[in-house]
């Protein structure tokens, strides 16, 4: 199994953090920054665990600060992925207005694409915006991590060739709107991911998730699609390492 996204740098043991998932039987996982001081972080544990797949990014949340310096950071240490990127606009008055969001997200569409990279991609009631600024980097291949939206709303980024996140959140029971997305998208387009500390699950809440947790969310995609756990996590590591790279296929160990 692959972890699509978490964040181990936010957590107090990252190293633990890792192997007690692989002993739980996620091989792997990407860890992403999102802000200068995580990416460092992301940066330092890369050098501890070479094999690490990791994102570097400026996540919207942090969009006002300036996006010149993660470009340059991105360009020099050559992450696996960029991000976490993308658009937030919860709420009656977003933080950070969605010019400056865009301005943010754009700048870092623009070099993953002249990277040929894939971008791992945030986006909270925002998905219109984001097609829209995705459209404007054709060619640039990724994912909707932790995707929560409509099938209707889905459409386009598969047409566009991207991928889906399905995160803890598919182990609740209400998430009825979830459960159709996951039951309908095409198998060959779907991630699972922790988003660890982040994103809680039925059997466990924030700031207690682990990428261990990651065989749950499995487990209850693999009942909603009728299919057995060990034949989904096959499936979902192929999508990963197309989407990623080889890379997400090797056990990172700690030097
Ligand atoms: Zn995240």
Redo the contacts with the bound molecule.
């Keep these: 199994m692959f972890d699509s996204?978490c964040?181990l740098t936010d957590l107090d043991d990252p190293l633990g953090g890792l192997l007690s998932a692989q002993s739980a039987g996620v091989r792997s996982v990407l860890t992403?920054g999102y802000d200068p001081p995580s990416n460092a972080a992301v940066i330092a544990l890369r050098t501890r665990v070479p094999d690490l797949p990791i994102a570097l990014g400026l996540h919207p949340w942090f969009a006002h600060q300036d996006v010149a310096p993660i470009l340059e950071l991105i360009e020099r240490q050559r992450p696996d992925v960029v991000g976490?990127l993308g658009l937030d606009l919860w709420g009656d008055t977003p933080m950070l207005s969605l010019d400056r969001q865009m301005h943010v997200l754009d700048a870092q569409l623009q070099l993953a694409r002249r990277l040929d990279l894939p971008v791992t991609v945030?986006s909270r009631k925002a998905i219109d915006a984001v097609l829209s600024a995705l459209r404007n980097h054709p060619g640039v291949r990724g994912a909707l991590?932790a995707y929560s939206g409509s099938w209707e709303q889905l459409r386009p980024f598969l047409d566009a060739g991207f991928y889906l996140g399905i995160g803890g959140a598919i182990t609740r029971d209400r998430a009825r709107r979830l459960h159709r997305v996951a039951r309908a998208a095409p198998l060959d387009r779907i991630l699972v991911e922790t988003?660890s500390p982040?994103i809680g699950m039925d059997i466990v809440e924030p700031p207690h998730v682990r990428p261990a947790h990651l065989p749950r969310v499995v487990e209850a995609l693999a009942r909603l699609r009728g299919m057995d756990p060990t034949e989904l996590a096959a499936v979902t590591d192929d999508n990963a390492a197309r989407l990623f790279g080889e890379k997400v296929r090797a056990t990172p160990r700690v030097q």
């Design positions: 996204h964040h992403c976490e945030h991590h988003d982040a």
